[in-house]
């Protein structure tokens, strides 16, 4: 074989996979479509997640957030750079970039009543940083280790073989086809590699394809403390949430995500002239506008994440977002998986194991709450206004307050009571 590893895709779980693989001693080479893989085409809001907030029903205690990578991280901030560790797995990444801590989370309603997602002024529940900086000092860590690394080369196809893999490469030069001991998919969201493989073939696609659109922009004024994330519930807007959060230097990051008919960007500019919301946007400018999508809605993850030679990591593997914590992570750990099957251990039951474990996507009752969105689909402005006035200034996600605050519900507003128990139960509060 001339590689002992290929790595398809070089965001950071590709990215992740690589380097350490690398640095272990294994002959890697890393296919990536972008001409340059440091400048993110995908929607982000660059959020390191370190105390994770609740969706969970068990409101008050603030355990997990919604979506991503359960499994504890912290960080450090040092003098010079940031230090981001991942005790379970066992490894630490350096960041120099800049970063601005979020103190508060406030999730709102059409008419701006509020719910905390976690204690204000707490601590820090998150960094944010900046993302491009961060993959250009991971690929500069993969070309060190010796990675040989191939831009603007599109990874077709893969095939188990009986004693490796085979992955067709699309570049300017023509086609070919790589073989090597292992393969790791880390080709994101719509991976050609997972497709390739049958493995989406299991999965049930649970929402309409989402349309994401991210903007950056300059001079939002808001009333509230600085270093706030928002998460905003407009029915009529969308039948999904949008996320805003300041991006440091006073910048802010804001994101739609939508099944709707209407495009993100005519809702966004549909909430910049919302009553509530139109003051925020007064002296604001869009500076930069990151569009993506997914073909397939949203889907169940892969059950079991490593086939024959081949592991899949990040979001190839998941709904929409294993986050860039949750795809290092996996990037870390399907390299000691494919460490271990080298040598003759089975390495795949063991990051099948972690995988299952290590998402909150994976836990049944994730698939009931799914976060708020359900709130959404089935209710009108006027009763998110309701239910979020009642629970205004408390700490936890609404989902999470209904459920233990149905009995209130029913007895003041018994027909929005019928319709969420119809269409949306709430789990019972754990
Ligand atoms: C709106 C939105 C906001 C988000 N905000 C956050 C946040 O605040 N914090 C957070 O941690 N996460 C966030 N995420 C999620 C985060 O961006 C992803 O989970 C993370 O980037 C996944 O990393 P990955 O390496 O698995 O995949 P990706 O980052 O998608 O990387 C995949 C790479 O593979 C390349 N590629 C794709 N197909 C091929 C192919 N066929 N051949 C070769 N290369 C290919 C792509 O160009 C890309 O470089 C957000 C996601 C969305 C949608």
Redesign the pocket.
């Known amino acids: 074989m001339k590689y002992d590893l290929i790595v398809?895709?070089?965001?950071?779980?590709?990215?992740m996979a690589a380097k350490t693989a690398a640095e272990d001693g294994l002959k890697v080479v890393m296919?990536?479509?972008?001409k340059d893989?440091t400048k993110i085409?995908?929607?982000?809001?660059?959020?390191?997640?370190i105390h994770k907030v609740t969706a969970s029903p068990d409101a008050e205690e603030g355990r997990t957030h919604g979506d991503?990578y359960i499994e504890p991280v912290s960080v450090e901030l040092l003098p010079d750079r940031c230090r981001f560790n991942f005790p379970e797995p066992g490894f630490s990444i350096d960041y120099k970039g800049s970063y601005t801590p979020y103190y508060h989370w406030i999730d709102l309603s059409p008419s701006g009543y509020y719910i905390h997602r976690h204690k204000p002024n707490d601590k820090i529940w998150a960094l944010y940083f900046d993302?491009e900086v961060f993959l250009a000092e991971l690929l500069s860590l993969v070309q060190k280790a010796g990675v040989e690394v191939l831009q603007e080369?599109?990874?077709?196809s893969a095939e188990n073989t009986q004693d490796g893999v085979k992955v067709k490469?699309r570049a300017k030069s023509g086609e070919q086809t790589l073989e090597a001991s292992k393969a790791i998919a880390?080709?994101?969201?719509?991976?050609?590699?997972v497709e390739s493989l049958g493995l989406n073939k299991d999965r049930k696609v649970m929402s309409p394809p989402i349309k994401?659109l991210?903007c950056e922009m300059e001079g939002v004024e808001t009333n509230y403390p600085p270093f706030t994330f928002f998460w905003i519930s407009i029915p009529s807007l969308s039948p999904m949430n949008f996320?805003m959060g300041v991006a440091g230097e006073g910048r802010f990051l804001s994101?739609v995500?939508t099944t709707s008919n209407l495009s993100p960007n005519e809702i966004f500019e549909k909430f910049m002239k919302h009553p509530t919301f139109a003051p925020w946007f007064r002296n604001a400018r869009i500076v930069q506008k990151t569009a993506?999508g997914s073909e397939h809605g949203l889907r169940t993850p892969i059950k079991e994440p490593a086939v024959g030679n081949v592991v899949i990591?990040?979001?190839?593997g998941?709904p929409?977002?294993?986050?860039?914590?949750?795809?290092l992570a996996?990037?870390y750990k399907a390299v000691k998986a494919i460490e271990k099957e080298l040598n003759g251990q089975n390495g795949n039951q063991e990051y099948i194991d972690w995988w299952q474990g290590a998402f909150a996507f994976n836990d049944p009752h994730y698939w009931k709450v799914a976060a708020a969105f359900p709130l959404n689909m089935i209710c009108t402005d006027e009763e998110v206004d309701y239910l979020y006035r009642l629970f205004q200034g408390r700490i936890g996600c609404a989902m999470g307050l209904i459920a233990k605050n149905l009995d209130l519900i029913k007895k003041e507003r018994p027909e929005l009571y019928e319709k969420l128990m119809k269409t949306a139960p709430p789990p019972e509060a754990s």
Request: proline content about 2%; hydrophobic content about 45%.
């Open positions: 398809v895709g070089g965001g950071p779980g590709g990215l296919i990536e479509r972008k893989l085409h995908r929607a982000c809001m660059q959020t390191f997640y991503g993302k080369t599109i990874a077709e490469i880390a080709d994101g969201l719509n991976s050609n590699i994401i991210a996320g994101w995500l993506a990591v990040g979001d190839a998941a929409v977002e294993t986050w860039i914590q949750g795809a996996c990037g």
